[in-house]
């Protein structure tokens, strides 16, 4: 008889938790502006929310590099890609939003990116899949931090957010099944409990432009200026 591989309901429940915090931040968002409590909340979410979307995709792209595998993340992330871009395009026309349909598919709306970034992560993935780790990672992150120097680097194919969230995407594809028995430890709760609380009060002392935590912006237009120490 053959046996069923049991569903790993955590990265069920993650990922529902993960979508309802999208939500409320979302709503949240217009009232961020009246509430110094609310906007550093505001932020604290951002902070979390698509980095752990990012690190859970890369945790299940195991696979990458077999083959036709290239050929199946394209159907699953560029074909909706185009899809709802077209959709969108439209909506915003007849909105009054944009005086007429405008189609550049490099050029990703909404929340689009994150189907075009996880397409590219997917290629990269694939490319550096058999270096070493403690060669790939560092690499990565310095490009992440180093990106925002460039005013080149930004929206269009979302370019800066590819370069910029890589890093904990990798992250998730590194992470294996006995790593994430140790994060299902309840020991892990009252210590994540502790760092957004920590990440709360930062905030609420000293808020940031939410634009920061997007990653689709070089360091220029964020601060008006441009230092060594930006990235910081």
């Given at each position: 008889m053959t046996h069923l591989k049991e569903?790993?309901?955590?990265?069920?429940?993650?990922?529902?938790?993960?979508?309802?915090?999208?939500?409320?931040?979302?709503?949240?968002?217009?009232?961020?502006?009246?509430?110094?409590?609310?906007?550093?909340?505001?932020?604290t979410i951002f902070s979390f929310h698509m980095p752990g979307f990012l690190f859970i995709s890369g945790y299940?792209?195991?696979?990458?590099?077999?083959?036709?595998?290239?050929?199946?993340?394209?159907?699953?992330?560029?074909?909706?890609?185009?899809?709802?871009?077209?959709?969108?395009?439209?909506?915003?026309?007849?909105?009054?939003?944009?005086?007429?349909?405008q189609f550049d598919p490099f050029d990703p709306v909404f929340a689009l990116w994150f189907l075009l970034t996880l397409f590219f992560f997917h290629v990269i993935l694939v490319i550096v899949k058999d270096y070493k780790p403690y060669f790939v990672l560092p690499i990565a992150i310095i490009f992440?931090?180093?990106?925002?120097?460039?005013?080149?680097?930004?929206?269009?194919?979302?370019?800066?957010?590819?370069?910029?969230?890589?890093?904990i995407f990798y992250i998730g594809y590194?992470?294996?099944?006995?790593?994430?028995?140790m994060l299902k430890n309840k020991k892990f709760i009252p210590?994540?409990?502790i760092v957004l609380v920590i990440f709360y009060v930062i905030y609420s002392i000293h808020p940031i432009n939410s634009d920061w935590l997007f990653g689709d912006s070089p360091y220029m237009t964020l601060e008006g200026k441009q230092s060594f120490y930006s990235p910081l």
């Open positions: 569903r790993d309901y955590f990265f069920d429940n993650a990922k529902a938790l993960l979508i309802f915090l999208v939500v409320l931040g979302h709503i949240m968002q217009p009232y961020t502006g009246s509430s110094k409590h609310l906007a550093a909340l505001y932020l299940f792209a195991k696979k990458a590099g077999q083959a036709g595998y290239l050929e199946k993340v394209s159907k699953k992330l560029l074909i909706p890609y185009v899809i709802f871009f077209g959709f969108f395009s439209f909506y915003y026309y007849f909105t009054g939003k944009e005086d007429s349909v992440s931090l180093f990106a925002g120097y460039s005013t080149n680097i930004d929206n269009y194919l979302s370019f800066s957010r590819t370069i910029m969230f890589f890093p590194l992470f294996n099944s006995h790593h994430i028995k210590i994540s409990i």
